[in-house]
Structure formats: C-alpha cells, structure tokens
C-alpha cells in the first residue's frame, strides 16, 4: 500500500458543435478559462514542488531510520542514535532550508521480518519521507523490493554489500552506504599477499551477503595468486559463541585469521584466540573496531597489533588533534551525544547525518522522492571525519558513496593508518 500518491479524477468534456455566434463566444470563454486554470494549477504545483511528498511540511522533514536497539546486535543501535544527534545539531542552528529534521528509529531487533515490519510502518503509518542510514545488509535487502515498489528513497544503507551497486538499475530507489564488502576483502587480500606473501590464511565470516561479500572479494583475489584459504568458518549474528570456530581454525595451522563479524563475536573471537594460545595475524570488520566496546574489553595489551579496513579516522587516534573536523566532532559529540562512546559507530552515524544533510541542501525546495533519489546521485563532497583522500561521490553511473579504504593497525592504544 502506497501511503499517498496524486489522484486526477477523470472527467468528460462534451462540446457540442456551434451553431451560433453566442455559442462560440461562449466555447472560447470557456476554454480561455479552462487554460487559466490549468496554468494556475501547474504554477502552483512548481511553487510548491514535494509539498506532497509524505512526512514534508513548511516546517519540517520526517525521516524514518531501522536499527537494532535490542538484541545480540543491539551495539550497532549507537549509529542511528548518533546520527539523530546530529540533527538535533542541525535543527539547533535552524535546521535546512528552514525545516527541523525529525528522525524516528524503529527498533528491528536485526531481525529481516521485523525490519520488513517496521519499515512498513515508517512508510505506511508514520508517513516518513524518505529512510535513511538503516543498519544491516540482510535487515536493509529485506525491504528492498517493497521500498521499490512503493518508491519511497531507501538511502545510506549501512551495508557495503555488492547487490547495492551491482542491482542498482533494478532497484533504482535503493542505495548502500559502505565501501563495497567485495572491495574490502580484496583490499585485505592483497594487504596479506603482500606483507606476508607464505600465509596461511583462515577466515571467520559472519553468515550473511555481507560475510560472503567479503570472503568472494578475498577468495578472487587469492585465487589469481594460487592461494587458497587453509579453512573457512562462519557465524550466525544469534550465536552465543564462537569458541568452537576459533578452535578449528587454529587445528588448520593457520598464521592469519580474519575475523569478520559482528561486535559481539569479534570480541569473542579475540578473546578466545589469546586464551588458547593462538597468536596469528588478524584482520577485522571495521564496525567491529571500537576500541572501548570491543577491544578493552578484550584487553588492549591482547589485541595490540590487530588490522582493519577504514575510510574514517580513529576519534582515539592523536594524530588528528589538531584537525579541525575532528575537533568539530568531539565538540559534536560533547554537546549533543554525551554518555555515547566516542568510537567507530559513532563517527559513522555523524557522518550518515552529514550527508543526509548535504542531500536535503541539494534538493532547495523540491523535495519530492524523485528529487531526494535524484540529488543522491548528485553528491560529491568531503566529510571531515573521513580519511585524508577520501570522499563520497555518487553518479547515475555509480550509485555507491564510498569506494576505498585504507589499512589500519591497533597500536595499543589506538587505532593508525598504515603506509600504503
């Protein structure tokens, strides 16, 4: 059900044939002020351009976001918080174009039926505009189609899987937000081949497109170097523990391991590869990268050495003090996301918030959905949390924000970018 769509009622108009004077004048009266008022209605629809768009009013903006706020993935829930924060920053300085941004987060659990559920909601009750920066590649396919169908935006999805760009002229409405998973496992890849070209590699991957995206990216790339994984085990996101996997990938005799999975099961990945013993090189998911929600926890002397893919800059990380985007955040952060780790998850809803922005900037007054899906295509911009180099740029023929990533290395303390 499609919440809200113009109507035209169908009308008939009969004109007989003239048969006098009077009747002429009176069928050019007539259509003279049928003309007027078709032009009256077309300029009164191109002032108003979006005024009928779900969730826009003169004074506000209504966007509709799904993320775990419950559950074993409850910690990815610190994103969507954050990027609500962010527009409380914005809305305290005037919001955009003159209307407040209004954020509503529907709790999905992680779960893809649940998400389905919710984003029906947000479209259907709520009467949202657009969604934006939903968590999850399995959650955010799981209402693709319908999103689709009922052509409502379905933007910056925290998701780097391929089916986002690879599907985009199927699901026109729909885009990722991540750099590709594909492109971070072959990153990784090359990364291993190169600094240590004898490996042994094991991979732990979470069980869903996102885990297997980036295990293809890492098996092609392997394969063209004759290198294939010593062994291959993988998660479920529901999993109380991943003990067993840990234990058979150190028995394949493996000296690297990339560990990418969820939060809760990186952590204990981690964990459970110092108590037995087990000190391979490791790789892992950068949103499973907090320093204070999984590798303190963890035991940072533990964890020292441990790599990841990035494209946003550590808020732990020293060497930018002096940076003024990374002081702007923490001052960000400061005011209007107190209590909230200052971490990866953290810097990525800040900046879904920025660009949600930037995107609602572009679209001036005319904000309805094929204008917000037109301008998202349009964006080419920096964001000053992201790294040096790196920028978010969309086109009709790459629809995908992010598309690179640098090595990084766990120092202890926090988190650096290697040399390339």
Excluded at 35 to 48: E, K
Excluded at 86 to 111: C, I, M, P
Excluded at 285 to 306: E, F, H, Y
Aim: with cysteine; net charge positive.
């Amino acid at each position: 059900m499609v919440p809200f769509a113009w109507r035209r009622a169908d009308a008939s108009i009969h004109l007989t044939h003239p048969t006098t004077t009077g009747d002429i004048m009176q069928k050019r009266q007539f259509i003279t002020m049928l003309s007027g008022a078709m032009l009256a209605g077309v300029s009164g629809l191109t002032r108003a351009q979006g005024a009928g768009t779900p969730g826009v009013t003169d004074s506000e903006i209504k966007i509709g976001s799904t993320l775990p706020l419950s559950g074993p993935a409850a910690g990815y829930g610190a994103v969507g918080k954050a990027m609500s924060a962010w527009f409380d920053l914005v809305n305290a300085e005037g919001g955009v174009n003159g209307r407040k941004l209004k954020l509503v987060l529907a709790d999905d659990g992680y779960s893809p039926p649940k998400t389905l559920e919710q984003v029906r909601r947000l479209v259907e009750r709520e009467q949202v505009a657009f969604i934006a920066g939903q968590i999850g590649s399995s959650t955010g396919l799981a209402t693709r189609s319908y999103l689709n169908n009922a052509k409502v935006p379905q933007l910056f999805v925290s998701s780097g899987a391929a089916t986002w760009l690879d599907d985009a002229a199927k699901f026109p409405w729909s885009m990722g937000w991540l750099p590709l998973y594909t492109d971070e496992g072959r990153i990784l890849a090359r990364h291993i081949l190169q600094t240590r070209p004898n490996a042994k590699i094991a991979m732990f991957y979470q069980n869903d497109d996102a885990g297997k995206d980036v295990l293809r990216g890492m098996k092609e790339v392997l394969a063209a170097a004759g290198k294939p994984l010593v062994r291959e085990e993988s998660h479920e996101v529901s999993d109380p523990t991943v003990d067993s996997q840990i234990v058979s990938m150190q028995a394949s005799g493996a000296d690297v391991l990339v560990a990418w999975g969820s939060p809760k099961a990186t952590l204990q990945s981690l964990r459970k590869a110092h108590d037995i013993g087990w000190r391979p090189t490791i790789y892992i998911n950068p949103s499973a990268s907090s320093v204070p929600m999984v590798l303190t926890p963890v035991g940072l002397d533990k964890v020292k050495g441990v790599m990841s893919a990035a494209f946003v800059k550590d808020p732990g990380d020293l060497t930018w003090k002096d940076d003024p985007g990374f002081q702007a955040w923490h001052a960000f952060m400061d005011k209007y996301n107190k209590g909230a780790a200052k971490e990866y998850l953290t810097v990525l809803g800040a900046c879904l918030g920025q660009v949600t922005v930037q995107l609602l900037k572009q679209c001036g007054n005319d904000l309805s959905r094929e204008n917000i899906l037109r301008q998202a295509r349009r964006l080419d911009m920096e964001l000053p949390m992201m790294l040096p180099g790196l920028r978010v740029k969309t086109s009709d023929a790459r629809p995908h924000p992010i598309p690179d990533m640098r090595i990084q290395q766990f120092d202890g303390t926090s988190w650096k970018v290697m040399s390339s």
